[in-house]
């Protein structure tokens, strides 16, 4: 029995032990790459990309039947990229730090051979190391280099950009040189992965035909982690930990935070440190955590952007309406008449418009139709302080 805080909501998780539900996706995404079809992956933030990407890279990793041999993944993390430099920098970091051992070392082989091609120390760019300056044109170059250096690391290889929308802040065509280096007729045996949080930016570069890498991926939404598949693995982890949970408590829980994956994890989190060593944890313990979880957005983030938004123009308190409407009432009937009239929309039409700004900042999404604030801990943080929001029961009833 472990004393140890079984549950991780501050980074992606790599232990395949500890990642819920993702199997059946990975083994269905592993096979479409495999079948040299590139996948575009759409999730907002926080709800498990970067996690699926490892359980990605292990079921690549096996066999699956005789014209599907084991896959290699590189992973590369543009999730601060706004320049080539900044893009050289991340491949040049995932092909060091690559978690096989046999791939990383072909990957030094690699480097050395390319930085005698180039004439330079990679790390130059990296700022590491003191050099002359390089010109934009020869930074073009050296990623292009890099990227087939990385081509070349596997027979079968996978190339994952995690957080690739990114890429459209990124001057000097990132795009065009990934495509002429990653997608041309030398690279047969490489498939590639396109994640993104901003839903509408991936779209636009996969959907717009000025862009060089135009209908190149079969679009998939990240699925949602299934109520009963998180219910078990908290169930388990608290038991495990010597702090069994009653089925009220998980209940709650799960109620609380949607089964959104990194807020689930925090809840359970707060709970599981709240509770002393061979104590259960309660229906209190939880709703005592979710409060104290809810509090902490008042200095978070998401006030700030609600603050920018709330003295911004037209259009951006209309995004304050909208986001509260979804709070405090759901998503099934947002655009009603007298609902929009209550939260200060000038027209229902217009509640529309808002929201999918909301959803190009990531802030909100809609699956099966319904609209809904992607954080739970954000989405009842507004409710508590809505002046329109029924305060008796956690899902208002609709109009
Ligand atoms: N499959 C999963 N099972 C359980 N928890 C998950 C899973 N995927 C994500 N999480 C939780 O969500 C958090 C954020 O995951 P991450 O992969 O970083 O999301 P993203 O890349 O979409 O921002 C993780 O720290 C973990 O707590
Ligand atoms: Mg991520």
């Known amino acids: 029995m472990s004393a140890l805080n079984p549950f991780i909501w501050d980074r992606p998780l790599d232990d395949p032990s500890k990642i819920v539900g993702m199997e ?7 096979l479409t790459l495999k079948g040299q079809t590139n ?65 990383r070392r072909a990957a030094q082989r690699q480097i050395g051979v390319l930085e005698k091609e180039i004439g330079f120390d990679i790390k130059v760019i990296k700022g590491s190391v003191k050099s002359a300056l390089v010109s934009p044109a020869q930074d073009a170059e050296t990623l292009h280099a890099q990227l087939l250096a990385v081509r070349s690391l ?25 495509r002429s280096a990653l997608m041309s007729s ?35 939404q990240l699925p949602a982690i299934s109520r009963i598949d998180f219910l078990e693995y908290l169930d388990f982890q608290f038991e495990q930990t010597g702090k069994p949970a009653d089925e009220d408590a998980l209940n709650h829980l799960l109620n609380a935070t949607r089964a959104h994956p990194r807020s689930t994890q925090q809840l359970a989190w707060e ?24 509090q902490t957005i008042e200095r978070s983030e998401f006030a700030s ?11 951006e308190v209309n995004e304050v309406r909208a986001l509260q409407l979804l709070a405090d009432r759901g998503g099934e009937n947002v655009t009603s008449r007298p609902v929009a009239t209550r939260y200060g929309f000038s027209s229902h039409s217009r509640v529309r418009p808002a929201l999918e ?43």
């Open 186 to 220: 030398g690279a047969n045996h490489v498939s590639l992965v396109f994640t993104g949080s901003i839903r509408n930016a991936l779209k636009m570069m996969l959907e717009n035909s000025e862009q060089p890498i135009f209908g190149e991926a079969a679009q998939m």
């Open 271 to 294: 709970c599981w440190s709240g509770t002393p060593a061979r104590k259960p944890v309660t229906l209190d313990t939880v709703i005592e955590a979710h409060d104290r979880l809810v």
């Open 305 to 315: 952007v609600l603050n920018v938004l709330m003295s911004g123009d037209e259009g």
């Open 154 to 178: 596997s027979e079968h290889l996978v190339v994952v950009f995690d957080e690739f929308q990114r890429l459209r802040h990124c001057p000097g065509d990132p795009l065009a040189i990934i």
């Open 357 to 399: 700004r909301l959803q190009g900042r990531g802030l909100v999404d809609h699956r099966d139709g319904t609209w809904y604030v992607v954080d739970p801990l954000f989405s009842e943080w507004l409710r508590r302080a809505s002046p329109l929001a029924d305060r008796s029961a956690p899902e208002a009833s609709l109009d």
């Open 39 to 103: 996948v575009a992956l759409f999730g907002p933030r926080d709800t498990g990309k970067t996690t699926f990407t490892n359980q990605l890279a292990l079921e690549l990793a096996k066999k699956q039947g005789t014209d599907a041999p084991p896959f290699d993944a590189v992973k590369v993390n543009l999730q601060r990229v706004v320049s080539i430099p900044g893009f050289i920098g991340c491949v040049h970091d995932a092909m060091t730090s690559h978690p096989v051992k046999s791939v």
């Open 24 to 30: 059946a996706f990975a083994n269905e995404v592993a």
